[in-house]
T-cell receptor, first 111, second 116 residues
Framework: QKEVEQNSGPLSVPEGAIASLNCTYS??????FFWYRQYSGKSPELIMS????GDKEDGRFTAQLNKASQYVSLLIRDSQPSDSATYLC???????????FGSGTRLQVQP | GAVVSQHPSRVICKSGTSVKIECRSL??????MFWYRQFPKQSLMLMAT?????????EQGVEKDKFLINHASLTLSTLTVTSAHPEDSSFYIC????????????FGPGTRLTVT
């Protein structure tokens, strides 16, 4: 069974720190990887997509992909209380049209 | 770009009645849309994949006669919860693959269904 795994948290970091969120997946040939943010009571919002090994930066966010080790991570620099949310890792496994989501990591940024 | 809307945002209905939820892609055409359900403090659960002009593909364990999906145009998919019961109360969210068939999925704002 193809799976995406995340630590449920909560991950607590002080304001201004770097938050590091990790995700592992089961299918080595997967091509597309995504990070979504979901605030309580709201729907998921796409933050980053990454398709090749290495780092991809967008503002305070950096996604890192290592296909050999089958993990993808999200770094949030200068964390703000408004970043407090659940972060969902998603993978498009070969042969499936829908993304497979992890259960999410809850991030708490302490003021 | 890639905006998805849902209507209604919130609905309360009586047990035994049916409820229709609409999902629209506002600024792009979506041949494929997805319907999810999320219970409080739980992860997203994919219910079905909605295909424009053809039958939906349901995930294992999802009753296709209870959750009717119609994808009649490139910008509209509907989910009808038939004969709703209190255990159907949940947060229903649709999403669409981005323009040009990209792998990115964009979510609608969700519909909170309460069955009394």
């Amino acid at each position: 069974q193809k799976e995406v795994e995340q630590n449920s948290g909560p991950l607590s970091v002080p304001e201004g720190a770097i938050a590091s969120l990790n995700c592992t997946y089961s299918d080595r040939v997967s091509q597309s990887f995504f990070w979504y943010r979901q605030y309580s009571g709201k729907s998921p919002e796409l933050i980053m997509s990454i398709y090749s090994n290495g780092d991809k930066e967008d503002g305070r966010f950096t996604a890192q992909l290592n296909k050999a080790s089958q993990y993808v991570s999200l770094l949030i620099r200068d964390s703000q209380p408004s970043d407090s949310a659940t972060y969902l890792c998603a993978v498009r496994f070969t042969g499936r049209r829908a993304l497979t989501f992890g259960s999410g990591t809850r991030l708490q940024v302490q003021p | 770009g890639a905006v998805v809307s849902q209507h209604p945002s919130r609905v309360i209905c009586k047990s035994g009645t049916s409820v229709k939820i609409e999902c629209r892609s506002l600024d792009f055409q979506a041949t494929t849309m997805f319907w999810y359900r999320q219970f409080p403090k739980q992860s997203l659960m994919l219910m079905a994949t909605s295909n424009e002009g053809s039958k939906a593909t349901y995930e294992q364990g999802v009753e296709k006669d209870k959750f009717l999906i119609n994808h009649a145009s490139l910008t509209l998919s509907t989910l009808t919860v038939t004969s709703a019961h209190p255990e159907d109360s949940s947060f229903y969210i649709c999403s669409a693959r981005g323009p040009g068939g990209s792998d990115e999925q964009y979510f609608g704002p969700g519909t909170r269904l309460t069955v009394t």
